[in-house]
């Protein structure tokens, strides 16, 4: 059975960095893209970047570029995503998906929740 | 960047009757589209890629149409649990993978 399971929630002040993982296990993880999702508080879905963990070779969404970083270590199966200094409105739902060969995300690891407040 | 418009936003529609939602894409994505459901508190759920086929464990009652710029998802006869919110996004213009911003499927 394909799983992607995801670090726990955080709990982070403004200005501070956050790494959060997302593992897979079921297939053989570095031969499939890996991309990450957020979903602001009562938001839609907002696709951020993805990475192939055998190479990383890593995408961002324009929108996101900059912002934070996408990254894997295709030893442990795993792939992250970090913010060097976290602002409020970096407080969101984080999800890690599988990219299938069929190019949807059929995937989904359950969710890391992303609160950022003073 | 390729801009996915889902409409209406909120439909509300009785059990066992069929709702459509649709999509439509700023520009061409030819059959790379996909439907995701989700349910508050719960990751999304893939249901139909390629804009017109199933997932895998997918109820019949779910079907998806349409190509280039215009799609639909139809629910047929619909159940208690498929009153949440559906997505539709575009893989066509990789590595851009644009979500349209959603529709409530509320219980009337």
């Known amino acids: 059975e394909v799983q992607l399971v995801q670090s726990g929630a955080e709990v982070k002040k403004p200005g501070e960095s956050l790494k959060i993982s997302c593992k897979g296990s079921?297939?053989?993880?570095?031969?499939?893209?890996i991309a990450w999702v957020r979903q602001m508080p009562g938001k839609g879905l907002e696709w951020m970047g993805i990475?192939?963990?055998?190479?990383?070779?890593?995408r961002y969404s324009p929108s996101f570029q900059g912002q934070v970083t996408i990254s894997a270590d295709k030893s442990i199966t795993t792939a992250y995503l970090q913010w060097s200094s976290l602002k409020a409105s970096d407080t969101a739902m984080y999800y890690c998906?599988?990219?299938?060969?069929?190019?949807?995300?059929?995937?989904w690891g359950q969710g890391t929740m992303v609160t950022v407040s003073s | 960047e390729i801009v996915m418009t889902q409409s209406p936003a909120t439909l509300s529609v009785s059990p066992g009757e069929r709702a459509t939602l649709s999509c439509r894409a700023s520009?061409?994505?030819?059959?790379?589209l996909a439907w995701y459901q989700q349910k508050p508190g719960q990751a999304p759920r893939l249901l139909i890629y390629?804009?017109?086929t199933r997932a895998t464990g997918i109820p019949a009652r779910f079907s998806g149409s349409g190509s280039g710029t215009e799609f639909i998802l139809t629910i047929s006869s619909l159940q208690s649990e498929d009153f949440a919110v559906y997505y539709c996004?575009?893989?066509?213009?990789?590595?851009?993978?644009?979500f349209g911003q959603g529709t409530r499927l509320e219980i009337k």
């Open positions: 079921g297939y053989s993880s570095a031969n499939y893209w």
């Open positions: 990475i192939y963990p055998d190479d990383s070779d890593t």
């Open positions: 998906v599988r990219r299938e060969m069929s190019g949807a995300f059929e995937s």
């Open positions: 520009q061409s994505v030819s059959s790379n």
């Open positions: 996004q575009q893989y066509n213009n990789w590595p851009s993978l644009t």
């Open positions: 390629g804009a017109s």
